[in-house]
């Protein structure tokens, strides 16, 4: 199906009242410069639980609301006066060629994946002797983050964690004064958990001296050594959004929750008499004459046939998206 099978314009609905910038507190100016001029954002994970998506793109790279999460991501750093970043890659490395066109983008290819703790001490020379901010790949946040380093800042510490009370991975365990994480799992027998980690720290260059060079390795046996000398930092974030792309339901219900005003984006194509409610139609998308698209994501370029009937579907293919589904990827 092309654009000139039927009759089509591009399209927007009638919806309720859905959030802007400004109820997910996206300041359009940036905040004051800080001390940490730069990120790290984990790009290198295989995607397994997001498949068939994960298929045609790495998990950052997926749309979240007609653009690639990792874009997102990156916007919230540069609010915070961040303009250096470094990306591990390793699951199709090319769909990262032309990303961060005009940005001061480092990619670090991992042909044998290194884990959280491997990846760091990769980029060590890149790091040099400043101070980084480490920004999981499949989390969309919209914490305060200026409070995360203002807190590793203020404390010296190696590294300072951004936690959220509660949550569906309440794992680190932090003092009464909510500034130091003193336990992960338990596995000090120190306390058990009480928070989540949001996926979301800083951390000064000596802290990759606790990690061996040249192995796959995780950063948790590091954060435990420090949780035991009493010195990994902590901040509580539960103001804004903070999401884990990780897996397909995720994923829709992010777009159902942030719920941003263009969910209809201006140059996709609809068709006369098709219906699009509660879902998300991206740049260069084409709903065919007669559709009805129900809690979907169409992705940039997707396309869905004429009285074609979806519900809660994610379409990512270019080819025409026909017939009747439900919690189908197509």
Same mark, same amino acid.
């Given at each position: 199906?092309?654009?000139?099978?039927?009759?089509?314009?591009? !399209?927007?609905?009638?919806? #309720?009242?859905?959030?802007?910038?400004?109820?997910?507190?996206?300041?359009?100016?940036?905040?004051? +410069?800080?001390?940490?001029?730069?990120?790290?954002? /984990?790009? +290198? %994970?295989? !995607?397994?639980?997001?498949?068939?998506?994960?298929?045609? &793109?790495?998990?950052? &790279?997926?749309?979240?609301?007609?653009?690639?999460?990792? =874009?997102?991501?990156?916007?919230?750093?540069?609010?915070?006066?961040?303009?250096?970043?470094?990306?591990?890659?390793?699951?199709?490395?090319?769909?990262?060629?032309?990303?961060?066109?005009?940005?001061?983008?480092? &990619?670090?290819?991992?042909?044998? &994946?290194?884990?959280?703790?491997?990846?760091?001490?990769?980029? %060590?020379?890149?790091?040099?002797?400043?101070?980084?901010?480490? *920004?999981?790949?499949?989390?969309?946040?919209?914490?305060?983050?200026?409070?995360?380093?203002?807190?590793?800042?203020?404390?010296?510490?190696?590294?300072?964690?951004?936690?959220?009370?509660?949550?569906?991975?309440?794992?680190?365990?932090?003092?009464?004064?909510?500034?130091?994480?003193?336990?992960?799992? $338990?596995?000090?027998?120190?306390?058990?958990?009480? *928070?989540?980690? =949001?996926? @979301?720290?800083? @951390?000064?260059?000596?802290?990759?001296?606790?990690?061996?060079?040249?192995?796959?390795?995780?950063?948790?046996?590091?954060?435990?050594?420090?949780?035991?000398?009493?010195?990994?930092? +902590?901040?509580?974030?539960?103001?804004?959004?903070?999401?884990?792309?990780?897996?397909?339901?995720?994923?829709? #219900?992010?777009?159902?929750?942030?719920?941003?005003?263009?969910?209809?984006?201006?140059?996709?194509?609809?068709?006369?008499?098709?219906?699009?409610?509660?879902?998300?139609?991206?740049? !260069?998308?084409?709903?065919?004459?007669? +559709?009805?698209?129900?809690?979907?994501?169409?992705?940039?370029?997707?396309? @869905?046939?004429?009285?074609?009937?979806?519900? !809660?579907?994610?379409?990512? =293919?270019? $080819?025409?998206? =026909?017939?009747? *589904?439900?919690?189908?990827? /197509?």
């Amino acid at each position: 199906m092309t654009a000139t099978s039927c009759r089509f314009s591009p !399209g927007r609905r009638k919806s #309720r009242k859905r959030k802007t910038n400004a109820d997910l507190n996206c300041p359009a100016l940036p905040f004051k +410069a800080s001390g940490v001029n730069q990120a790290f954002i /984990l790009g +290198a %994970g295989l !995607g397994n639980r997001l498949r068939p998506l994960t298929g045609r &793109l790495p998990k950052p &790279l997926v749309p979240l609301f007609h653009q690639p999460l990792t =874009s997102w991501t990156m916007a919230a750093c540069e609010r915070l006066g961040i303009t250096r970043f470094a990306i591990n890659t390793h699951h199709l490395p090319e769909a990262w060629d032309s990303f961060g066109k005009g940005k001061d983008v480092t &990619l670090f290819h991992e042909p044998v &994946l290194l884990e959280t703790g491997g990846g760091l001490k990769n980029i %060590g020379s890149w790091i040099g002797k400043e101070p980084v901010l480490v *920004h999981n790949g499949d989390i969309f946040s919209t914490m305060p983050l200026e409070k995360l380093v203002a807190a590793h800042e203020a404390s010296g510490l190696p590294v300072t964690l951004a936690l959220r009370t509660g949550g569906t991975a309440p794992h680190i365990a932090i003092d009464p004064e909510g500034s130091r994480a003193i336990d992960i799992r $338990n596995s000090l027998g120190v306390a058990d958990g009480t *928070h989540t980690f =949001s996926g @979301v720290y800083c @951390v000064n260059p000596e802290f990759l001296d606790l990690i061996p060079a040249g192995e796959k390795i995780s950063v948790i046996p590091a954060f435990l050594e420090l949780a035991k000398a009493g010195k990994l930092g +902590a901040v509580v974030l539960d103001e804004g959004v903070w999401l884990d792309l990780g897996d397909r339901g995720s994923y829709l #219900r992010a777009h159902e929750e942030l719920g941003l005003a263009d969910a209809v984006h201006e140059d996709a194509m609809i068709g006369e008499g098709a219906s699009v409610e509660r879902s998300v139609v991206g740049p !260069g998308a084409v709903i065919g004459a007669g +559709a009805v698209v129900r809690d979907s994501v169409i992705w940039p370029g997707g396309q @869905v046939a004429p009285d074609a009937r979806l519900e !809660g579907c994610i379409v990512f =293919s270019e $080819n025409p998206a =026909s017939g009747d *589904h439900r919690d189908g990827d /197509l």
